[in-house]
């Protein structure tokens, strides 16, 4: 019902760091991509490895921007 809301309020957020929550998981990283249906998140481990994560718009309950301390 509120997916296409929520899409594009998260589209004007590209580029910021996010934490995804779902059912089953925790995805922090940074925002890169949305559309109507995903959300891809990059999650950075050490500085060199780069992990993509997508997921779909509608299994997300949740997200968080945290702010720079």
Do not use: H
Not at 7 to 25: C, F, H, L, W, Y
């Amino acid at each position: 019902m509120f997916e296409a809301t929520f899409a594009a309020e998260m589209a004007k957020r590209i580029g910021s760091t996010v934490e995804v929550v779902t059912d089953n998981n925790l995805i922090e990283g940074i925002l890169s991509t949305v559309t109507a249906d995903l959300v891809l998140v990059i999650e950075v481990d050490n500085g060199y490895d780069n992990l993509k994560q997508y997921v779909s718009v509608d299994a997300i309950n949740y997200t968080r921007f945290p702010a720079a301390a």
